[in-house]
């Protein structure tokens, strides 16, 4: 596959040009803007199912779904027909003191997702404003029902839940957190349930459990909720642990009277093999966040669903009770008709169990890395692959880097979180698709090892 693309080499003509004029003009999201004297950007001019197409014509297959949003492909026919038909309709209106079918539509059909045990959608933009909105709501909560001593938060080492300043509050990566520590609310901190971690003879679930028990013990009068990122800790190098973990925080939240907030930004519609993660321990949360492949990767949106009890205690007479948070786009009609065409693909076809074979088929493609003296927890969740690699020194500083150069040679967008490879593709890949990103994924492993701190 050497030789497929090698944009590190190709910086000419339309390519230099807008890359160029991003780097003067453009500060981009979780990047050192230095780096970029070194690490050439990737102009995307198109994208068409899995694919990218750079201003050159060059395409990578999208092999982490543009962070983690896209479900069905780019451009997929029946989510731009909704969007056509939606734009001649209505753009936005705002949805204090007004509504419109798309938002009331789609608040329905997530309530049903949950049998209805989660009644009410209230609807924002993205991820870190639905956590912020879950932290707010639980705190006024127990305001509004008499008890506001409840106004700590819990959350779980390595969790990462946004990066707005109540979000960080429950966030424990220390990249993104130690720079605003000073302006942030101190949260509690749990142990995490991340396999990797588990002692001979022991489970990293149950351990991880202990802690929590302790904690709401000691503070479950002041505790208000707990947050958690359902089966897999993303930015945590794909952590993932045991259903057990959530059934054990639903009975502890139960007994000491403690919010449960899921966090499923990045793990629900469908990415860990159920549509929402924590169907899998057979309980419910009392706060669900949801955002990224909610709209199918097309527009920015996010929604809390909440028990039914939350809801109540806002329902009053005195303003003051009310949730008063808003965002100006807040139901965007056209978020929300792209988010309703996601879910009739979901509804019209076999999603979950295409996706089982699909999955099958790349995780039996990188079984062979299961024995490479580099390698370490080849794991698996749903539609989410990941393997951690062994390294030191020099190695280690750049190694997401060097990694992430080779993949893009080889004609595969892959972004390791530090030495923590993961596949995380779209639904759609065909077997050529799957063979090619298995295959670039492990000549990129190899290249990255060989090069001794080089480029490809």
């Known amino acids: 596959m050497r030789g497929v693309n090698n944009p590190a080499k ?17 500060w981009h999201p979780c990047t050192q803007m230095k780096h970029h004297e070194r690490i050439p950007l990737l102009p995307i001019a198109r994208a068409q199912g899995a694919w990218l197409y750079d201003t050159d014509g060059r395409r990578y297959l999208d092999g982490i779904s543009s962070w983690w949003v896209n479900l069905f492909g780019h451009a997929h026919p029946a989510i731009n027909g909704a969007l056509i038909d939606q734009l001649g309709k209505l753009e936005h209106a705002m949805l ?14 997530l309530s049903a997702r949950t049998a209805g045990e989660l009644g009410h959608a ?6 870190a404003s639905a956590v912020e909105i879950s932290l707010k709501m639980s705190f006024h909560f127990w305001r509004n029902s008499g008890r506001p001593a409840k106004r700590e938060f819990v959350c779980v080492e390595q969790g990462y839940h946004g990066e707005t300043l109540g979000a960080l509050g429950v966030t424990d990566v220390a990249l993104f957190r130690d720079a605003y520590g000073p302006l942030l609310r101190q949260a509690h901190r749990v142990a995490s349930p ?12 149950a351990r991880a459990l202990e802690d929590v028990a302790a904690l709401f013990e000691a503070r479950g009068a002041s505790i208000a909720a707990i947050i958690v990122e359902p089966l897999v ?6 952590a993932m642990h045991d259903a057990t973990y ?3 925080l639903r009975a502890l939240c139960d007994r000491h009277d403690v919010h449960l907030i899921a966090d499923e930004i990045a793990v629900g519609f469908g990415r860990t093999g159920t549509f929402f993660a924590h169907e899998q321990a057979g309980i419910r949360p009392d706060l669900l966040c949801l955002s990224k492949g909610i709209s199918g990767g097309y527009l920015p949106l996010s929604v809390v669903l909440s028990r039914d009890a939350i809801h109540d205690a806002f329902y009053d007479d005195d303003l003051a009770r009310g949730f008063l948070h808003s965002h100006s786009y807040t139901g965007n009609p056209l978020a929300c008709r792209a988010a309703l065409a996601t879910l009739d693909l979901f509804d019209t076809r076999d999603v979950l169990r295409a996706n089982q074979a699909r999955f099958d088929a790349l995780a039996t493609a990188l079984d062979g890395l299961s024995t490479h003296p580099r390698v370490r927890h080849l794991r698996r969740c749903g539609t989410i692959l990941a393997f951690d690699v062994v390294v030191d020194g020099q190695e280690r500083h750049d190694f997401a880097r060097r990694y992430a150069a080779h993949a893009l040679a080889a004609g595969v967008l892959l972004r390791p ?23 670039a994924a492990i000549e990129a ?4 090892l060989n090069d001794q701190g080089g480029h490809p």
Do not use: K, N
């Not at 209230?122 to 991820?127: E, K, P, R, V």
């Not at 979180?417 to 295959?439: F, K, N, Q, S």
């Open 122 to 127: 209230f609807f924002a933009s993205d991820g």
């Open 194 to 205: 991340d396999a990797r971690m588990a002692l001979p003879g022991t489970g990293a679930a």
């Open 96 to 109: 204090a003191g007004c509504t419109h079918e798309p938002a009331v539509e789609l608040a329905e059909r």
């Open 445 to 448: 492993l190899e290249r990255t």
């Open 417 to 439: 979180i530090g030495r923590t490879v993961y596949l995380m593709p779209p639904y759609i890949l065909d077997d050529d698709e799957i063979a090619l990103l298995a295959a």
């Open 246 to 248: 959530l059934r054990g």
């Open 10 to 26: 190709a910086a000419a003509g339309p390519v230099r040009d807008a890359v160029a004029r991003s780097l003067r003009a453009v």
């Open 233 to 238: 800790q993303c930015a945590a190098g794909m």
